[in-house]
């Protein structure tokens, strides 16, 4: 049981470059999301799924696509890549929140850095 | 728009005391509120969720509660060691019947206990 992974750990762009962060669970959970963190900023959701095949913006979607083909897989696309898009970005599962034994688990992040 | 507050500042304290800390939160009205532990270079991990007609809940050392009039969760844990040094986040988020899990994250408090 891997938990949540992320892919790569790194990773440094040249601006307009375009890039796929992968995120992958192996807990069957329904739920899904990605965020960004950037100092002072707190963790802000870019997008979330509630499922294969559903998905939503969240509060910062701008620059960024995202898929769920299957349960296990939630990668995040990076369209044109911009400066403003260095961040650490985090993926993370869970069940839904109504559930008595909720819990949300979180990757190791990539940290993203566009020059 | 919605917005949460946590102490900025670092809440230094002695090993053995027990440490408290604030989340509030404007314009929003939560169903549910989480906390987190972040330590540098790692994703938050899942402490403790609450439910708005919960008003404490235990976990071992820690102990969480809401107040839903004051907008406000406290966050204590008993008994500190210097391992519980990390940034503590909180996340308020959910609709009342738990249909999404969109979160709103506070920027989080630096604890550092003392031994």
């Known amino acids: 049981n891997a938990g949540v992974t992320q892919t790569p750990k790194f990773q440094v762009l040249k601006t307009g470059q375009s890039m796929t962060l992968q995120c992958a669970q192996d807990?069957?959970?329904?739920?899904m999301s990605w965020y960004r963190q950037d100092p002072g900023m707190g963790l802000r959701l870019i997008h979330y799924?509630?499922?294969?095949?559903?998905?939503d913006q969240g509060e910062v979607p701008n620059g960024y696509n995202v898929s769920r083909s299957t349960t296990e897989d939630f990668p995040l696309r990076l369209l044109s890549a911009a400066p403003s898009q260095t961040s650490v970005y985090f993926c993370?599962?869970?069940?839904?929140?109504?559930?008595?034994?909720?819990?949300?688990?979180f990757g190791p992040g990539t940290r993203l850095t566009v020059t | 728009s919605q917005k949460i507050e946590q102490n900025s500042e670092a809440l230094n304290i002695q090993e053995g005391k027990t440490a408290t800390l604030t989340c509030n939160y404007t314009?929003?009205?939560?169903?549910?509120l989480q906390w987190y532990r972040q330590d540098p270079g790692r994703g938050p991990v899942f402490l403790l969720l609450?439910?708005?007609?919960?008003k404490e809940k235990r976990k071992e050392r820690l102990k969480v509660t809401f107040d839903t009039t004051l907008k406000q969760s406290l966050f204590h844990i008993t008994a500190s060691q210097p391992a519980d040094s990390a940034t503590y986040l909180c996340?308020?988020?959910?609709?009342?019947?738990?249909?999404?899990?969109?979160?709103?994250f506070g920027t989080g408090t630096l604890l550092a206990v003392q031994p």
């Open positions: 609450i439910r708005e007609n919960e």
């Open positions: 799924s509630v499922g294969a095949g559903i998905t």
């Open positions: 996340a308020p988020g959910g609709d009342y019947g738990g249909a999404t899990n969109k979160l709103i």
């Open positions: 314009n929003y009205s939560p169903a549910y």
């Open positions: 993370a599962s869970s069940t839904p929140l109504g559930t008595p034994a909720y819990e949300q688990y």
């Open positions: 807990m069957n959970h329904e739920y």
